[in-house]
């Protein structure tokens, strides 16, 4: 049974920091590509950062010099380090595991990030 299991969201201060990690189960880690994507209220998921199976990172605009996305294969985690957060980084935060070569993956439940004074 695959599992994608976030955790590491809070509320925090606008200029706070958080990390987030995903812990996945039950895949060949090595061979996905890990995302994390984030939904706010009455908005579309969006893409935040990717880390390709190869480690080739990929950001949004919006949080490229403040995100840094990084995977530990032996363990299995993917984590994204959010530095000077803003309130418009609010939204539940989600991890998806993608194999590129059968063009599916997997999502985590979601972790929420609240950045408010």
């Known amino acids: 049974q695959v599992q994608l299991v976030e955790s590491g969201g809070d509320l925090v201060q606008p200029g706070g920091s958080l990390r987030l990690s995903c812990a996945a189960s039950g895949i060949i880690f090595s061979n996905y590509d890990m995302r994390w994507y984030r939904q706010a209220p009455g908005k579309q998921r969006g893409l935040v950062a990717a880390i390709t199976s190869g480690g080739i990172r990929n950001y949004a605009d919006s949080v490229k010099g403040r995100f840094t996305l990084s995977r530990d294969n032996v363990k299995k985690t993917v984590y994204l380090q959010m530095n000077s957060l803003k309130p418009e980084d609010t939204a539940v935060y989600y991890c998806?595991?993608?194999?590129?070569?059968?063009?599916?993956?997997?999502w985590g439940q979601g972790t929420q990030v609240t950045v408010s004074s």
């Open positions: 998806n595991a993608y194999y590129s070569l059968v063009g599916s993956g997997y």
